[in-house]
């Protein structure tokens, strides 16, 4: 009778702790389990987020911008320096010190939210029976009335660049590094390889990114992500090779030379470190029984309906073991609509309005179609943007770098997506999912009052633009 619960959570990542805090504010008998050990062997949760992904990836942004900003463009605000140095250790050791505090965090709101932990690896067996077996090898069974798999992802890795875990590392490994390498490489111009790219390019690091689509950013709106590449590029160094298949790899000593082909032939390139950037993949490997009902996508994907429920009934999966983008507040909500669906309540997520961001110098952010897709479509639209050196604000912060794109239904005017590539835009970004959670229209915000001067004032001269109307800039001339 212990061990049994109305809802039993396998991982601890921001899909699976936010839906077993959830649900057991919802009244329900609640447990989650979870594997992860840190680096003093004891149980930790957050998932990738927290200990390897998210947060120490955006804790070493922050430190490395610092760092940049100090050494490029204080002058610009007339702030000397008479002498600037790295200190690599510290700077990691700030990383730790933020993702134990998280990490603590976590563990202390599932305890006082009455969420039941257990330490070990889960496996859903037949009839809704989790398995848990700890580092020991002792097996704890878990009877539930409901089960939802929060398994998350793992990096995947390529045949020509097996992991070492010293000179050949995935995106974890790329978090430790002890000292700035002199030459490094990353495969992978994609949300991951940019900002891990980014963070070592800032501290003096030679960057070579290879990327094997010809298109960069193929999944963001193309005018920001050609303003991207050129910023990337020419203003911060980075050397993003588009075309560039990885053919294979070779380490000796402490360096790898890297072999690759691309428009002109085949290619290689020494480096001292190189970072496996290539996507990542749903873990699910001793997650499931053969006998447990729950069926996986072609694409290794655990399969669900739109509720997430799997082929098997009270089972549920969420967060990046599922159909859409990988993202951590994709996951987030939806453990908060499955906890409440399991509850009895009517809930649903809109798909449509998740943000995607990627967190380098500047931002780039987008929500909703871009205008290829409406294109693609077939959809009428109407776009307008508004660049940030137009901007009174980017202008006092040295910052004027991107813009604002808003696109909107010709017919309805309704919001379709909204696109930023520029300062803050992680944070500007929210401006258009609510807009579009709320099936705002372009005139909605023209009709707005924003605060002069910020930076959202660009989302406001943006929609203006949809129309032809911005105050700020010069409009389009009508044919």
Same mark, same amino acid.
């Given at each position: 009778m212990a061990n049994q619960f109305d809802v039993v959570v396998i991982g601890s990542g921001p899909a699976g702790y936010v839906a077993a805090i959830k649900a057991a504010q919802l009244g329900l008998n609640t447990a989650i389990v979870e594997k992860w050990r840190n680096k003093e062997d004891k149980a930790v949760y957050g998932g990738t987020c927290l200990n390897v992904g998210? +947060?120490? /990836?955006? %804790?070493?942004?922050?430190?490395?911008?610092?760092?940049? @900003?100090?050494?490029?463009?204080?002058?610009?605000?007339?702030?000397?320096?008479?002498?600037?140095?790295?200190?690599?250790?510290?700077?990691?050791?700030?990383?730790?010190?933020?993702?134990?505090?998280?990490?603590?965090?976590?563990?202390?709101?599932?305890?006082?939210?009455?969420? @039941?932990?257990?330490?070990?690896?889960? @496996?859903?067996?037949?009839?809704?029976?989790?398995?848990?077996?700890?580092?020991?090898?002792?097996v704890t069974k878990l009877e539930a009335k409901n089960v939802i798999l929060a398994s998350g992802s793992v990096p995947v890795e390529i045949p020509p660049t097996p992991t070492d875990g010293d000179v050949i590392v995935d995106s974890t490994g790329a978090l430790e590094f002890t000292e700035v390498p002199k030459r490094l490489g990353v495969i992978g111009a994609g949300v991951i390889g940019l900002e891990l790219g980014s963070v070592w390019g800032r501290l003096g690091s030679d960057v070579v990114?290879?990327?094997?689509?010809?298109?960069?950013?193929?999944?963001?709106?193309? *005018?920001?992500?050609? =303003?991207?590449?050129?910023?990337?590029?020419?203003?911060?160094?980075?050397? +993003?090779?588009?075309?560039?298949?990885?053919?294979?790899?070779?380490?000796?000593?402490?360096?790898?030379?890297?072999k690759f082909t691309d428009s002109e032939g085949e290619k290689s390139e020494v480096f001292d470190k190189l970072i496996v950037c290539v996507g990542r993949r749903p873990f699910t490997e001793g997650l499931l029984s053969d006998d447990c009902d729950v069926q996986l996508d072609e694409r290794g994907f655990i399969f669900v309906d739109d509720s997430c429920l799997t082929t098997a009934p009270g089972v549920y999966a969420i967060g990046d073991v599922v159909r859409g983008p990988m993202?951590?507040?994709?996951? /987030?909500?939806?453990? #908060?609509?499955?906890?409440?669906?399991?509850?009895?309540?009517?809930?649903?997520?809109?798909?449509? %309005?998740?943000?995607n961001v990627i967190y380098t110098n500047p931002e780039m952010?987008?929500?909703?179609?871009?205008?290829?897709?409406?294109?693609?479509?077939?959809?009428?639209?109407? *776009?307008?943007?508004?660049?940030?050196?137009?901007?009174?604000?980017?202008? =006092?912060?040295?910052?004027?770098?991107?813009?604002? @794109? +808003?696109?909107?239904?010709?017919?309805?005017?309704?919001?379709?997506?909204?696109?930023?590539?520029?300062?803050?835009?992680?944070?500007? #970004?929210?401006?258009?999912? #609510?807009?579009?959670?709320?099936?705002?229209?372009?005139?909605?915000?023209?009709?707005?009052?924003?605060?002069?001067?910020?930076?959202?004032? =660009?989302?406001?001269?943006?929609?203006? *633009?949809?129309?032809?109307?911005? #105050?700020?800039v010069a409009n389009r001339k009508k044919r």
């Open positions: 998210c +947060i120490p /990836s955006k %804790a070493l942004l922050e430190s490395s911008e610092h760092y940049h @900003k100090a050494e490029t463009s204080f002058k610009d605000h007339g702030i000397g320096l008479k002498s600037l140095t790295i200190d690599v250790k510290g700077m990691l050791a700030r990383k730790d010190g933020i993702v134990k505090n998280l990490t603590t965090g976590v563990a202390g709101l599932l305890k006082s939210n009455g969420v @039941k932990s257990f330490e070990g690896s889960g @496996k859903l067996t037949a009839g809704k029976v989790v398995e848990v077996t700890d580092k020991d090898g002792k990114v290879l990327e094997a689509q010809d298109t960069f950013l193929a999944a963001a709106d193309q *005018a920001l992500a050609k =303003a991207a590449f050129k910023s990337f590029t020419k203003d911060q160094g980075l050397d +993003i090779r588009l075309g560039a298949r990885v053919t294979g790899s070779e380490v000796k000593g402490k360096k790898v030379t890297v993202l951590a507040h994709k996951g /987030s909500e939806e453990g #908060i609509m499955v906890a409440e669906i399991i509850a009895g309540h009517k809930a649903q997520m809109n798909y449509d %309005a998740v943000p952010a987008w929500v909703g179609k871009t205008e290829e897709e409406v294109k693609a479509e077939g959809i009428k639209y109407k *776009a307008g943007s508004f660049p940030f050196a137009a901007s009174g604000r980017a202008m =006092a912060a040295h910052e004027t770098t991107g813009m604002v @794109k +808003i696109i909107a239904d010709e017919e309805t005017d309704r919001i379709l997506g909204m696109h930023v590539f520029g300062l803050h835009a992680s944070e500007i #970004i929210a401006q258009g999912v #609510i807009a579009m959670e709320f099936g705002s229209s372009a005139e909605d915000l023209q009709l707005m009052c924003f605060a002069h001067p910020t930076l959202s004032e =660009a989302v406001h001269e943006a929609a203006l *633009a949809v129309d032809n109307k911005a #105050i700020h």
